[in-house]
């Protein structure tokens, strides 16, 4: 799917309501670090607004809204952080979910775990000379961030991970790749499971004809776009500008709550 800009969704206000008004249900997946937390300079002081709270939770009591948020955060840290009960996760991009109280792991992803650990142990030592850079394991997949890094120094630092994500994988490990975000490397096992396919189950473990809903505004969620773009009933919704495979977009991580209004206006009466 070729990517376009997205059209300004209050724009199309009314459009987008009676979509999600004809729909027999919504499946709502959000991400959660610049959607429905605002992006902050310390990840681990990421946070859900209250009134975005009480919307996820007011959509999660809908009877025709299944709500789930999908995230590249592990599994763990994104249930403390969220910390609504009764709703779907995806973490580590969909390589860990917990659907219906049930907590899964992809079996491909499983066996990279040393793997994982490993190339953090190496880019611990290969980046300790470089100011700003923080190393996040996340058991199945790894963040490099680079936000506080000075900008001169962000190419090298990315040089230095794929390097040695390349290095470990031609040692014979499973295979990994790296994938860009906002301010972020991702190291990942190289299988084929990604926010797309995270929304694609989501949707598809739904009842026939709901359409698939997601809100993400980083470059990852693209993944998820496109998906979408493929599907007569789905819809993305884009939080920020930039080219995207989503139909629609958002100004800014403050105008996720009136989106979520809107699926409530047209799913909850």
């Known amino acids: 799917m070729q990517t376009t800009d997205a059209t300004p969704l209050w724009l199309a206000r009314e459009t987008v309501a009676d979509r999600l008004a004809a729909a027999p249900g919504v499946v709502c997946s959000l991400d959660f670090d610049g959607t429905l937390a605002p992006i902050v300079d310390d990840p681990d002081a990421a946070a859900m607004p209250p009134p975005l709270r009480e919307r996820v939770v007011a959509l999660r009591d809908c009877e025709s809204v299944r709500v789930a948020v999908v995230s590249g955060r592990e599994l763990a840290d ?14 580590n991009h969909g390589l860990e979910r917990r659907v219906d109280g049930r907590r899964s792991v992809a079996p491909d992803a499983r066996r990279g775990r040393d793997a994982v650990a490993r190339v953090c142990d190496r880019l611990d030592d290969r980046l ?11 058991d199945l997949t790894a963040t490099v961030h680079v936000r506080d890094v000075p900008d001169e120094r962000v190419p090298e630092v990315e040089h230095i991970v ?9 040692a014979g490990g499973p295979g990994m790749e790296v994938r860009d975000g906002k301010a972020i490397r991702e190291i990942r096992p190289a299988v084929d499971r990604d926010k797309g396919r995270a929304v694609e189950q989501l949707a598809d473990e739904a009842p026939d004809d709901w359409h698939p809903l997601y809100v993400g505004d980083d470059v990852t969620d693209e993944d998820a776009f496109r998906e979408l773009a493929d599907r007569e009933d789905g819809l993305g919704v884009l939080v920020g500008e930039r080219e995207t495979a989503a139909d629609y977009r958002l100004g800014d991580q403050r105008d996720v709550r009136e989106l979520l209004d809107l699926v409530a206006d047209a799913q909850c009466g």
Not at 128 to 138: L, M, S, T
Not at 162 to 170: I, K, L
């Open 162 to 170: 794929r390097d040695t994500v390349e290095e470990a994988t031609n």
């Open 78 to 91: 994104l249930r403390e952080r969220v910390a609504v009960e009764g709703i779907a996760y995806a973490g």
């Open 128 to 138: 300790a000379h470089v100011p700003g850079v923080e190393i996040e394991d996340k």
